[in-house]
């Protein structure tokens, strides 16, 4: 019993120092050509908030997906949304891994067509800011790159926050997803 009790004391002790020390995550999405792979957190606002850095690593071949990271927050329903974009060209055999990626913001309101913007390019392995926040006052403030948007994002309530990347090798460093 007392080992027992030692134990779960240790365990406790433990998680209650890495709540209180919690450093930002840090997110190695390496994905096969035409595969993704994500992390999706649920947020309760009525503030909203995913922030870090994006790298490009790796780009794979693809002739039907491009290379691609984002950030995104989503109405549950994803009637409304605004995400950050860093993508590739498709890759051919004879530029395969190689940049620039375009630096994009996206958003849809109401249901309605996808909406975009390039904002600039950057290089393979360039570290790019990028913050997106917003709260129930129906616009969010997008950081990309050293370029700050406002979009329409009207939500209440529960979202879906994330980050994603499909064919190739993106790092996400500090990584924040937060509801505040």
């Known amino acids: 019993m007392k080992k027992l009790v030692t134990t779960v004391c240790a365990l406790i002790s433990c998680c209650v120092a890495t709540q209180a020390s919690a450093e930002a995550i840090y997110f190695d999405c390496d994905t096969k ?3 993704f792979s994500h992390i999706k957190v649920g947020q309760i606002g009525p503030h909203y908030h995913v922030g870090g850095k994006i790298t490009a690593a ?6 039907r997906f491009a290379p691609a ?19 590739a060209p498709l890759s051919s055999k004879d530029n395969v891994g190689q940049g620039p990626v375009a ?3 996206m958003s849809r309101v109401d249901g309605g067509p996808f909406n975009g913007e390039q904002l600039a390019k950057a290089e393979m392995h360039q570290t790019i800011d990028f ?15 050293g370029v ?33």
């Open 33 to 35: 050509s035409e595969h």
């Open 58 to 63: 790796t780009l794979a071949r693809s002739d």
């Open 131 to 145: 913050a997106i926040d917003a709260d129930e006052g129906g616009q969010a403030t997008i950081k990309f790159g």
């Open 148 to 180: 700050e948007r406002k979009l329409p994002f009207h939500v209440k309530g529960r979202i879906v926050a994330g980050v994603s990347c499909s064919t190739g090798q993106f790092t996400f460093t500090d990584l924040e997803i937060m509801g505040r």
């Open 69 to 87: 990271a984002s950030a995104t927050l989503a109405s549950e329903d994803g009637a409304q949304s605004v995400w950050v974009q860093m993508i």
């Open 103 to 105: 630096l994009s913001v």
